[in-house]
Structure formats: structure tokens, C-alpha cells
């Protein structure tokens, strides 16, 4: 397993920006995909976005496409979530997640971060 330290999140304003970093204790990071899933009050965990091992391949949910663009640093184990045009809706607790493939399943994935707080609201 990979340990996975999450941070950035915060409370900002609707249509404002927010940068959110997972950083991981695997040397061998790059053989791990990278997601970002998310979690709302009374909601089931859901998947935000996942990158490959080699950061060549993306998949994001139809509600942050356009919005929320996910990369990683393979030479700093990190990995990132930026986030555009943040809305209310996108208030929730955000996990990134390590699995060896590329995956919108959570259960697919077998190491997670402690998670961090985004709150969207004026």
C-alpha cells in the first residue's frame, strides 16, 4: 500500500479557484494510478477524476469536466487537483486514492488519504 497525505482544501467563494495535493511514500509512484474521489454529507463516496501511472491518461466525471484538471510529478510523488469555477455542489470531503490500475471504482483502489475538507460558499 501507498501512504497517501492530502492537502489544500479550505472553505472559498463560488466560481473561485482551489489547488488540492496528495502526496505519496511510494518510490515506485509512478506504477500507480492516481484518483480524486469525493465525499458530501449523507452522499456515497463518488469519483471525481484519475490519472495513469504515466499521467498520459485522464478520465474525469461529467460534472468537473471542464473545471477540474488533474496532474501529477512523478519525480516529487505528488499529484494534484485543480479546481476551476468551484459551486456549492462541490462541497465535500475530498480523498485521492492509489490503485495499480486505472479505475472510476473506488473499491478498485486500496490506498486513500485521510481526506480534506472543501467547502464552496458565499
Known amino acids: 500500500q501507498v501512504r497517501l497525505v492530502e492537502s489544500g482544501g479550505g472553505l472559498v467563494q463560488p466560481g473561485a479557484s482551489m489547488r488540492l495535493s496528495c502526496s505519496a511514500s511510494e518510490r515506485a509512484f509512478r506504477t500507480y494510478a492516481i484518483a480524486w474521489f469525493r465525499q458530501a454529507p449523507g452522499k456515497e463516496r463518488e469519483f471525481v477524476t484519475s490519472?495513469?501511472?504515466?499521467?498520459?491518461?485522464?478520465q474525469a466525471a461529467d460534472s468537473v469536466k471542464g473545471r477540474f484538471t488533474i496532474s501529477r510529478d512523478n519525480a516529487k510523488n505528488m499529484a494534484y487537483l485543480q479546481m476551476d469555477s468551484l459551486k456549492p455542489e462541490d462541497t465535500a470531503v475530498y480523498y485521492c486514492a492509489a490503485s495499480r490500475a486505472l479505475s472510476l471504482v473506488p473499491s478498485d483502489y486500496d490506498s486513500w488519504g485521510q481526506g480534506t475538507q472543501v467547502t464552496v460558499s458565499s
Open positions: 490519472i495513469s501511472g504515466t499521467g498520459g491518461i485522464t
